[in-house]
């Protein structure tokens, strides 16, 4: 959702937002093809006010996603609210900014953006790929797919024999059952 800049004042203007997440490119390309789609939604309630030339944007997001487990790929529930604090400033700051010799610590918390907009919908995005865990497990002592058939070793063993040829060990092994000599 953009919002155009006339709309926002020192006042401040609030949008809700609910979002599918299949509607969020960059989520669907961070958890990677082999993973699959994620599935669920996104409310935010954000304020946004004018300070000087910068768009100061404040609220909640809130995710109750389908990820898929890190392990074996089933469907895990994550839900979790993150308060949001963000500044937005014309791009033309970033121009200038470009001419100073020094940049202040706060110079790096500010995103830019061009033209009349401002886009909500990325700083959701962006909000909720800082949310998600590095590793998501369906329970933690998942055991995870077979490596060679692919069988949810959760449901059953697969009865494949270990490759051990990428075995740290292996060159070792393969060394000491050479022949001396």
């Known amino acids: 959702m953009k919002v155009h800049l006339s709309r926002i ?4 203007v609030h949008h809700s937002l ?3 997440a299949a509607d969020l ?6 958890m990677g093809p082999l993973e699959g789609p994620v599935a669920g939604v996104i409310e935010a309630n954000l304020s946004l006010k004018t300070i000087d030339t910068a768009i100061r944007i ?3 997001v809130s995710t109750e996603l389908e990820l898929p487990c890190t392990r074996c790929l089933a469907p895990v529930s994550f839900r979790h609210k993150e308060e949001v604090t963000a500044v937005q400033a014309p791009v033309e700051e970033l121009r200038r900014m470009e001419q100073d010799i020094q940049l202040a610590p706060t110079d790096l918390d500010i995103d830019y953006f061009a033209g009349n907009e401002v886009d909500l919908t990325d ?9 998600l865990p ?3 497990y369906c329970r933690e002592e998942c055991l995870g ?7 949810d070793l959760n449901d059953a063993p ?7 040829s990428d075995h740290p060990f292996a060159a070792m092994k393969a060394f000491l059952s050479e022949p001396l000599g």
């Open 9 to 12: 004042t020192s006042e401040g």
């Open 18 to 20: 609910r979002i599918l």
């Open 25 to 30: 490119p960059r989520l669907a390309e961070e």
């Open 58 to 60: 404040t609220g909640t």
């Open 123 to 131: 700083i959701i995005e962006e909000q909720v790929l800082l949310m």
């Open 134 to 136: 590095q590793t998501i």
């Open 145 to 151: 797919l077979c490596p060679q058939c692919g069988a």
């Open 158 to 164: 697969c009865g494949c024999e270990p490759d051990r």
